[in-house]
C-alpha cells in the first residue's frame, strides 16, 4: 500500500549538543541540514549558530537532532568554523565515520554480519539490528585485508555476499539513532510516494561511461607443461548492446580455489549490462525516514522510460527550517536487464586442469609439503601479513608463523585453521608429519621455521639471514633482517624445523 503524506504537517525541531556534564539546547540560525548515503558512507548533519558568551563545546561533543519528539541524526562535532560576526558553522558525522579508520585484519569462515559485529566490538560501536547475510566467506585462503579502512573491509564482504549467492538481496549499512543497522533492500522498503505535485524540479542523466559492462570475461592461470599460460575460459555478451555502445568489457581473473567463476559472471552482467540513470529530484516534501537505500514509489515520465515503481534513494539531503522539511534526492533506477548469451564456457574444464595440476605435483612430492617450498608464495605470506596484529598479542608469534605459513604450505595451513598457538603444539605435529627439527647451524631456506630459547618464540627464514614473525614489543607482524635479532638482542635461534 503506497500512500501519500497529509499537508500541512506541524514541525517541531529540538538540537541538544553536550559537552561533559553540561548540556545546551541550540536554536540554528539558517536551519539544519541532514545527509545520509548509501555504501557505508557516514550521515552528515551542519547548521550554524550564534556565539552568545554562553554556549560552550568543541569537537567530540556529542549531539542530536529531533523533529516532532522523533530522533533524526545522533553523532559527534568533527568540525566548527567562525567568521568574524561571530557565527559558528558546524559539521557532525554519525558513528559510521569511525568506519574510516585503518587497521589490518586476517579472517574467514563468518559472514559479513558476523565481520561487522568484530569490527564494532573492536572500535565501541553501538550495534542495533542486524540482518544475517548467511554467505559465510572462505577460510581457504584466509581474507587478508592490510593497511584498509574497516568500512571498505565490510563493503568488500557484503559484496562477496551477493556475488557467491544467485538472487541475493542487496545489504545497506546505515547508523540508526546512534546504532549500527544492517537492512535488506526489501526491509528498507517504504509507502513513501513521489510524483510531480510533491516536487519542485528534476534533473535525469543516462550513461554507459560508469558502471555499464556488456561482456564479462573469464581468464585462469592454466597448466601448461612445467609452466602456466593465461587462457580465456569464459565469455558472456550482449551482441545487441555491443552493436549499440561498442565493447565494454569486465575483466574476471579468478583464484584457483574459485569453482563457480561463470555463475559470478552471470551475475556481474546480469547487474551491469544496461544504462546507468541518475535521477535527482529537487525540493521533494520531507519524510525522515528516507536515507540512502530507501526504496520509495516514484512516479514519473522521464522522456525515454515512464517509471512507476520502486526506486532506490543514494543520497538524500534534508532541510529542516522552522515550519519546513524539505528533501533533494538522488535516485537509482535499474530497469530490467538486458539478455546475453554465453558464448564460451570452458571454465569447469580448465578448473580440472588445474585440481589435476596440483595432483600431481603432491603426488610427485610424496602427498607432503616437506618436499618443497615455492619462494613467491613465502614472500607472498610476508607481504599479505606484514602488518598484521595477531588476537593473541605479545605472544602471538605462531598465530603469525602458521597464518603465515598456510600462504606455501598444507600442513601449517591445517595448524592455523586448528587454531594452533603455542611452539610445543607446533613443532610435534610438525614432527608426526616428518618435518626434521635440528638444533640451528646458522643455515635456514626460505619458508624454514627458527625456534629461540626453550620453544619461547618462532618466526619463518627468509633464505637471507633475516626472517619474518610476530613482534612482541611492537605488537604486529613484521619482516627482521638478522634472525639473531627477532627474538632478544644478539640471540641466535637454537632450532630449525625445516620445511623443505
Known amino acids: 500500500m503506497v500512500n501519500q ?39 552528515k548533519m551542519s547548521f550554524k549558530v550564534m556565539t552568545d558568551g554562553i554556549l560552550q563545546f568543541e569537537e567530540g561533543n556529542a549531539i542530536q537532532f529531533k523533529l516532532n519528539d522523533d530522533i533524526v541524526f545522533v553523532g559527534n562535532v568533527f568540525e566548527k568554523s567562525r567568521d568574524k560576526s561571530g557565527v559558528i558553522s558546524v559539521t557532525a558525522y554519525d558513528q559510521l565515520r569511525y568506519l574510516k579508520n585503518k587497521d589490518c585484519y586476517v579472517y574467514g569462515g563468518i559472514t559479513a554480519t558476523d565481520l561487522i559485529k568484530m569490527i564494532a566490538t573492536d572500535f565501541g560501536l553501538q550495534i542495533g539490528e542486524l540482518d544475517n547475510t548467511q554467505y559465510v566467506i572462505p577460510s581457504t585462503p584466509m581474507r587478508v585485508e592490510k593497511n584498509k579502512t574497516l568500512v571498505d573491509i565490510i563493503m568488500y564482504a557484503l559484496e562477496q555476499t551477493v556475488i557467491n549467492i544467485p538472487k541475493h538481496d542487496l545489504y545497506h549499512l546505515y547508523d540508526d539513532k546512534g546504532k549500527l543497522m544492517l537492512k535488506s533492500l526489501e526491509a528498507m522498503k517504504t509507502d513513501i510516494y513521489i510524483d510531480d505535485d510533491v516536487m519542485e524540479n528534476i534533473n535525469y542523466k543516462t550513461s554507459i561511461d560508469k558502471d555499464t559492462f556488456n561482456q564479462v570475461k573469464v581468464v585462469r592461470n592454466v597448466p601448461d607443461g612445467d609452466k602456466k599460460k593465461l587462457v580465456t575460459t569464459a565469455i558472456l555478451k550482449d551482441d545487441e548492446n555491443i552493436k549499440k ?26 547487474l551491469k549490462n544496461r544504462k546507468t540513470r541518475e535521477i535527482r529530484l529537487k525540493n521533494v516534501i520531507g519524510d525522515i525516514r528516507v536515507r540512502g537505500g530507501t526504496l520509495l514509489y516514484l512516479k514519473k515520465n522521464l522522456g525515454d522510460i515512464v517509471v512507476d515503481n520502486y526506486v532506490m534513494v543514494e543520497s538524500v539531503t534534508h532541510t529542516f527550517k522552522h515550519g519546513y522539511h524539505s528533501m533533494d534526492l538522488d535516485l537509482y533506477y535499474q530497469g530490467d536487464p538486458a539478455k546475453y548469451e554465453v558464448a564460451k564456457d570452458e571454465d569447469a574444464k580448465a578448473v580440472e586442469q588445474i585440481k589435476a595440476a596440483e595432483q600431481k605435483k603432491s603426488q610427485h612430492n610424496g602427498g607432503n609439503a616437506v618436499a618443497g617450498v615455492n619462494p613467491n608464495q613465502v614472500d607472498y605470506g610476508f607481504q599479505a601479513n606484514e602488518g598484521m596484529v595477531s588476537q593473541y598479542g605479545e605472544v602471538g608469534c605462531v598465530d603469525v608463523a602458521v597464518k603465515t605459513g598456510s600462504y606455501y604450505n598444507k600442513d601449517l595451513k591445517e595448524l592455523a585453521d586448528r587454531g594452533v598457538t603455542d611452539v610445543d603444539t607446533l613443532e610435534s605435529s610438525l614432527k608426526a608429519k616428518g618435518y626434521k627439527v635440528e638444533l640451528f647451524n646458522g643455515y635456514a631456506n626460505k619458508g624454514d621455521l627458527l625456534v629461540y630459547g626453550n620453544n619461547d618464540h618462532v618466526i619463518i627464514a627468509d633464505g637471507a639471514g633475516g626472517g619474518f614473525g610476530n613482534s612482541s614489543s611492537r605488537g604486529h607482524a613484521m619482516r627482521y633482517g638478522d634472525v639473531n635479532y627477532a627474538w632478544g638482542n644478539g640471540e641466535a635461534p637454537t632450532k630449525i624445523i625445516r620445511m623443505t
Do not use: C, H
Open 245 to 270: 555502445w561498442g565493447r565494454l568489457q569486465y575483466l574476471m581473473i579468478p583464484d584457483d580455489k574459485v569453482a563457480n567463476a561463470v555463475d559470478r559472471a552471470k551475475r556481474i552482467i546480469s
Open 5 to 43: 503524506m497529509a499537508m500541512p504537517v506541524p514541525y517541531r525541531y529540538q538540537l541538544i549538543i553536550r559537552n561533559g556534564n553540561d548540556q545546551y539546547l541550540v536554536d540554528p540560525l539558517e536551519g539544519v541540514q541532514v545527509t545520509r548515503g548509501i555504501d557505508g558512507i557516514p550521515s
